[in-house]
């Protein structure tokens, strides 16, 4: 094995690579004690380990970046990301939990094939997207009205028009937070 320098200047022989471990550790970083300081100066990229930067809000809702680290309690302000869905049974009335969801505190039935689904944490305005879908292909899932923390739905037999009730009806929305 040939003697071997890194790019601060170091060189080591056949020997140190062979002989005392936490010396050649020393020789390669120095004091071990600056070993933290060392690591956090090396940026992580797709091939080499190193610190990252965590995204923050700004950040996630321009989706923009390349080389900024996304954590899940930050994932959800990424336009891309669904703000809030539901699956929930259109039969029952009063308010409802529904079956399964997020960011969906309760379903509340407020007529026939009328919904309003109350949302856990709101929208920045009222302005988002809801898309929803019914089992079957006789039904429609129709937008009515929206405010930042909420919002209403019809469904409707597609061969009358008539409002109905049905289970299950899906919801998904998307916006900023």
């Known amino acids: 094995m040939a003697d ?10 056949d020997a140190d690579w062979f002989n005392d471990v936490n010396r050649l550790h020393y020789t390669i970083f120095g004091d071990p004690a600056n ?6 100066t090396m940026a992580a990229s797709d091939s080499a380990a190193g610190t990252i930067e965590i995204a923050v809000q700004s950040e996630m809702e321009a989706g923009s970046s390349a ?6 309690g930050r994932q959800h302000f990424h336009p891309s990301a669904a703000k809030a869905w ?8 009063g308010t409802n939990a529904p079956i399964v969801g997020y960011n969906v505190a309760n379903v509340t ?3 026939t094939g009328n919904y309003t689904i109350n949302l856990t944490n ?7 997207v809801v898309i929803g879908n019914a089992t079957g292909n006789t039904y429609a899932v129709i ?8 919002f209403t739905i ?16 899906f919801v998904v929305a998307f916006g900023d937070l």
């Open 86 to 93: 539901a699956k929930f049974n259109g039969n029952t009335a």
């Open 67 to 72: 080389t900024l680290a996304v954590t899940p």
């Open 35 to 40: 070993l933290a300081a060392v690591r956090t």
């Open 4 to 13: 071997t320098t890194f790019t601060n200047g170091v060189t080591l022989t």
């Open 122 to 128: 709101a929208f920045s305005s009222s302005d988002y």
């Open 154 to 169: 019809e469904t409707r037999l597609t061969s009358t028009g008539a409002v109905a009730d049905i289970n299950p009806i």
């Open 109 to 111: 039935r407020n007529s």
């Open 143 to 150: 937008f009515v009205s929206s405010t930042a923390s909420s």
